[in-house]
C-alpha cells in the first residue's frame, strides 16, 4: 500500500496518475436536481449505465424491426446462440472455462435451479450450511430447499457465524463445525464476497473443507463478480451463481451468470429441471426428439433467453474485457485504501471500519459503522449529495468502483461525511 496524503491536491494528483480515470466518461454519472454530478457509491446495488449500451440494445431493436423472426439466424448478432456471444469474457472475468458458464435466467432463479442438482439430501445427509449474515434470498431459498424436501427449515440451517463481538468470520469455526457436523451437511452455500460485511472468502479454502467432509460446496457471487478475481473453476467449487446488475453494469435486474465446474459438464446422473434450451442444438427444432442434454452450463438452460437483457451484458463484458479485470483489481485496491485512510482520519472512536482491512480479503466495498448513528444519518449523506447505502442498525456501505469512480469521489464523501458529523 502507498502512503497515502491528505488533502484535495493530492486526491487530483492521483486521479491524474489513474490510467483507468478516462472510463468514468464512458458511463452516466446521476446528477441533482440542479444538474450536479451525486458522489454515486452505490455500484454494489446497481452498476451505472455505460454509454455504449444503448446502441447495443439499438441494434436488436432494429433486427427485430426488420426482421422479425428471421433475426434468430440473421440478425447481427444472431438470437439463436447470442448467449453463446458472452460466454468467454464472462468466463474470464470469473475465472472459469467457457464450457463452466452460461448466462441465463436471473440470480435467486439460477440458486434454486443449482440446488435442485447440487443439493440432494438423505436422511442422514441433508443440512445446509450458509454464512449467519447471507443476503435474504439466499437464506429464503436455502430454507425453502429444505421445506421442499420435507426437512424443518431451522434444524436443517446451520449458521457459521462470527464470534461475540466480531463480524468477520473464522475459518476455524467453519472447521469445527465441519467436524463436529459435516457428516449431515449435504451443501454448503456462501456469499462469495458477503454483502454486509464486504469480507471476500476463502473460496478455495472453503471448497476444499467442504468436499473432505463429503459436502457439495457453491456460492454467491452477486457481490464478487466483476469487483474480485475470483477462479472459480480452480477454486474446484461445484457451482456458482452471480447477477450481472452489479459490478457488472448490465441494468436494473438483468441476466444471472451460472458456473458449472467442468467435472459435472458430462455427468448424467445429476438431477435437473431442463427445457428446450438444455436440449442438443442440433435437433432442438425437430421438437420431437427424445431429450438429449446439452454437456457444460448451457445444459441447464430452460427458455430461450432475453436478448435485451443480454445486449446490455455484451456492452459491459466488452467493457471489461478491453479493461481487464487484474487492472481494475489493482486500481480498486488502491482506490479502497486511500478510501480506508481517510475514513481512519475521522477518528476509531467515531467511526469503526467492520469490513477486513487485509486487501486479498475484500473486494472495493467498505461497510462503515459510525458510533450512535441512526439513519437520519443516511438521509444527511444523501441530502448532501453522497449515494450510499444504509443497512439497520448502523452501517453505511460504500463502494468506490474503480470503473468510474474517482480518487475525488472518495475525497468529497469523507469530507462531507465529517461534516455532517462535527454538525
Ligand atoms: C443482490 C443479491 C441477490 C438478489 O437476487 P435477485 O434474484 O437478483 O433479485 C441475491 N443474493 C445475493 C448474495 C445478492 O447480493
Redesign the pocket.
Known amino acids: 500500500m502507498p502512503d497515502f496524503q491528505l488533502g484535495l491536491e493530492y486526491a487530483k494528483l492521483l486521479d491524474q496518475n489513474d490510467t483507468l480515470s478516462e472510463y468514468r466518461s464512458k458511463f452516466y454519472m446521476p446528477k441533482d436536481s440542479e444538474g450536479n454530478e451525486l458522489i454515486y457509491l452505490c455500484g454494489n446495488s446497481l452498476g451505472l449505465q455505460p454509454k455504449s449500451t444503448q446502441k447495443y440494445i439499438e441494434q436488436e431493436l432494429k433486427d427485430w424491426a426488420n426482421l422479425g423472426v428471421e433475426g434468430h439466424t440473421e440478425a447481427k448478432n444472431p438470437w439463436l446462440p447470442y448467449h453463446e456471444v458472452l460466454t468467454k469474457s464472462m468466463a474470464d472475468l470469473v475465472g472459469a472455462q467457457p464450457i463452466e458458464v452460461v448466462v441465463m435466467n ?4 439460477n440458486l434454486h435451479f443449482m440446488m435442485v442438482s447440487f443439493y440432494q439430501p438423505t436422511k442422514k445427509r441433508y443440512k445446509i450450511l450458509i454464512e449467519s449474515d447471507a ?1 435474504p ?2 437464506k429464503y431459498a436455502v430454507e425453502s430447499q429444505l421445506r421442499h424436501h420435507g426437512f424443518d427449515d431451522k434444524e436443517g440451517l446451520i449458521l457459521w457465524e462470527p464470534r461475540k463481538g466480531e463480524e468477520i468470520l473464522r475459518y476455524e469455526d467453519l472447521e469445527q463445525i465441519l467436524e463436529e457436523q459435516g457428516e449431515k451437511i449435504a451443501l454448503i452455500m456462501i ?1 462469495g464476497v458477503n ?1 454486509y460485511t464486504g469480507q471476500y472468502f476463502d473460496l478455495k479454502r472453503i471448497t476444499s473443507l467442504g468436499h473432505k467432509h463429503g459436502c457439495m460446496v457453491g456460492f ?1 457471487c ?2 464478487g463478480a466483476g469487483n474480485v478475481i475470483l477462479d472459480l473453476h480452480d477454486s474446484n467449487a461445484d457451482f456458482a451463481v452471480w ?1 450481472t446488475y ?1 459490478y457488472m453494469n448490465s441494468g436494473p435486474g438483468s441476466l ?1 451468470g451460472c458456473f458449472v465446474h467442468e467435472r459435472h459438464a458430462y455427468s448424467n446422473n445429476l438431477n435437473r429441471f431442463t427445457g428446450w434450451w438444455s436440449h442438443n442444438k442440433q435437433t432442438r427444432f425437430n421438437m420431437r426428439h427424445e431429450f438429449d442434454v446439452l454437456p457444460g452450463a448451457e445444459g441447464w438452460q430452460l427458455s430461450n433467453p432475453p436478448i435485451l437483457s443480454m445486449a446490455a451484458i455484451k456492452a459491459s463484458l466488452d467493457i471489461f474485457h478491453e479493461v481487464g479485470i487484474e487492472e481494475l483489481v489493482e486500481k480498486s485496491k488502491s482506490l479502497t485504501g486511500y478510501f480506508e485512510f481517510l475514513l481512519k482520519q475521522l477518528g476509531e472512536d467515531v467511526i469503526r471500519i467492520i469490513t477486513p482491512e487485509n486487501p486479498e480479503e475484500r473486494g472495493c466495498q467498505l461497510s462503515i459503522q459510525v458510533k450512535n448513528a441512526n439513519k437520519e444519518l443516511h438521509t444527511k449523506l444523501t441530502e448532501a449529495g453522497v449515494i450510499s447505502d444504509w443497512r439497520e442498525p448502523d452501517v453505511i456501505r460504500c463502494a468506490p468502483v474503480p470503473l468510474y469512480n474517482s480518487y475525488q469521489d472518495v475525497y468529497e464523501m469523507v469530507k462531507r461525511l465529517k461534516t455532517i458529523l462535527n454538525g
Open positions: 436471473t440470480l435467486t432463479a443476503f434470498s439466499d456469499g454483502y454467491d452477486a457481490h447477477c452489479k444471472s
